[in-house]
DNA sequence: CCCATTTGACCCAG
DNA sequence: CTGGGTCAAATGGG
C-alpha cells in the first residue's frame, strides 16, 4: 500500500507510465524473437535490450527523483551515512527495543524455487526461524554476513513449501553491496543449465504500479522462456532484468547521467549480475518483483 | 575465543 | 489483535 511515490506529481507519473509501457512493448517484441529463435547475435535483439534499458532505466531515474528517498533508494545501497538510530537505541538502552529496527517494506523482491539448497554464492547468516501460518515448514531468515562490516542489505528468506519433491522458495530482499563471492565465475553464464528443465518463468511484477495506465496493460509482465532457449538468449533477457535493477544502485554511486549516456559496459553487467546473486538456473521458476 | 545458529521475546504493519 | 519480521541472549562447534 506504499504508493507514496505515485502520488507525488501526475507528471512523473505519466512519466513512468509511459516508459513502463514502452519497456512493456519492446519486451514483448524481445520475447516474439526469441521464440521465433531469430535472436542469436541479431542486432535486433540488441537494439530492442537496448530500448528496455533505456526505458527501465528512465522509469527508475523517475522513481528516484520522485520517492521520497524511502524505498527503492534505501533498499538497494547504503550509501548514505547510516542513521545512527540503530545504533543509538541499541545501546542506550538495551531492553527496550521499541522503534530500533525498520520493517522490510516494499522492497524490490524475486523469488526462485528450487528442488534443493543451492548455494547462491554468497554468504549468508541465518538470524531467525518462525513457523507461519497455513503452512508446513517453518520460515528461515538470512541476511548477508557483511551487513555490519560492509554494509550490504541483501537478505533472503528461506521455505520449503512442498515435501514430496523436496521444494524450497527462496526470496530475495535487497541487493549485495559486499565484495565476497564465494565463487563468481561459475554463477553467471558459465552453466549449461539452461536447457536441461522446463524452462524459466521470468515475472516482473510491479506491487507499485498503482498507475492505472499500468496496472492495466502492465499487471503482469511475464516471460517464459521455453526449455529450448538458447543460453544466449536467455541471458539478455535475465540481464535486462538484472540491469534495471542494478541501475538504480549505479545511480546512487554515480550520477543517473553517466549511466545514461554511457549505459553499462558488460564488466558492469557481470557486477550487477554477481551483486543480485542470479545463480545458476538449473531450477524451475525465478520470478522477480518490483 | 570467535563466529554461526538457535530460539524466545520484541516490535510493527495490517 | 494477530501474523510475521527482527533482535539478541544463550548455546554449540571449530
Redesign the pocket.
Known sequence: ??CSWVESTPFDRKKVADQLLRGHEFARQLQAQLRSGSSCGGTDSDDLVAKILSSFSKTISVLNRSSDADDINGSIVDNSPPEES?DSC?SST?N??????????NSHSWARDSSSLVDDGH????????S???AKFP?N?Y?C?HKFDQGCQA?K?VQQVEEHPPKFRTTYYGHHTCTNFLNTSDIVLGSSNFDDSGGVLLSFDSPTAATPAAVHDHERNQFFLPADTDADAMARVVKTEVVMRGTAAAEEVCSPSDYMSAGPSPDDFSEVMMSGSIGDFEDDVLQFHF
Open positions: 500500500m506504499d540503530e541499541r538495551p527496550d527495543r521499541r522503534g530500533c529496527y525498520k520493517r522490510r517494506r554468504a549468508w547468516r541465518k538470524y531467525g526461524q518462525k507461519i501460518q497455513n520460515r531468515y541476511r554476513t537478505s528468506q
